[in-house]
Nanobody, 127 residues
Framework: QVQLVESGGGLVQAGGSLKLSCIAS????????VGWFRQSPGKEREFVAA????????FYADYVKAQFTISRDNTKKTVYLHMNALKPEDTAVYYC????????????????????WGQGTQVTVSS
């Protein structure tokens, strides 16, 4: 089992940037695919981006392509979400989630119910 802790959220002006971190505990982090999700008040949680166990494959929601970049450093057991050109509509609680396995298609992480979740980090973008 893996435990996840997100950090890096905060208040930023529109057009600004933030880098979120998802730090994992446990000896087998390199065997997990990791995704970022977000939830705004009154809305369902939605997928943002995902990265496979090696970092070689990434997958983004259409609405964040070219705006957000996901990356990972397995030596630090950390996955990052670099967010640029932030807009007020990007305001949300951002969660990372890890899914065990190296063989399943990365896109299936979106609806996989076996994921482990972090507690989330708040991102607020002011206009």
């Amino acid at each position: 089992q893996v435990q996840l802790v997100e950090s890096g959220g905060g208040l930023v002006q529109a057009g600004g940037s933030l880098k979120l971190s998802c730090i994992a505990s446990g000896p087998t982090f390199g065997a997990y695919a990791v995704g970022w999700f977000r939830q705004s008040p009154g809305k369902e949680r939605e997928f943002v981006a995902a990265i496979d166990w090696s970092g070689a494959t990434t997958f983004y929601a259409d609405y964040v392509k070219a705006q957000f970049t996901i990356s990972r450093d397995n030596t630090k057991k950390t996955v990052y979400l670099h967010m640029n050109a932030l807009k007020p509509e990007d305001t949300a609680v951002y969660y990372c989630a890890a899914r065990w396995g190296r063989t399943a298609p990365l896109t299936t992480i979106v609806n996989d119910r076996s994921k482990y979740w972090g507690q989330g980090t708040q991102v607020t973008v002011s206009s």
